[in-house]
């Protein structure tokens, strides 16, 4: 999604689950959810993307996060892809 305009977090302390859906992304043209890459618990949301929903944009690296999760299930990382891996995937 590019163009954020609005964006729902989960709590901090709020239980996620790999690949369920567990914040909102809105743009000028869309809402989409957003899915947890890993299980556990949210530890620590970034209030500053639901002030400045711009920063998903101009900062997706940086001050664009979106939460903190203490992982459950720390082999679930093992099944996810690199930066480069879904830079090479996406591009396709």
């Not at 299980?39 to 944009?57: F, H, K, M, W, Y």
Request: hydrophobic share 45%; net charge negative; aromatic share 8%.
């Amino acid at each position: 999604i590019s163009d954020v305009v609005f964006v729902e977090l989960p709590k901090a302390g709020a239980k996620v689950e790999q690949g369920k859906a567990c914040a909102v992304i809105e743009s000028v043209k869309a809402a989409a959810d957003f899915f947890a890459p890993v299980s556990g618990e949210v530890a620590e949301t970034n209030d500053a993307i639901v002030d400045n929903p711009a920063l998903v944009n101009q900062s997706p690296h940086g001050e664009g996060w979106f939460f903190k999760i203490r992982m459950s299930k720390p082999a679930e990382l093992d099944a996810l892809m690199d930066f480069e891996t879904y830079r090479k995937t996406a591009a396709h």
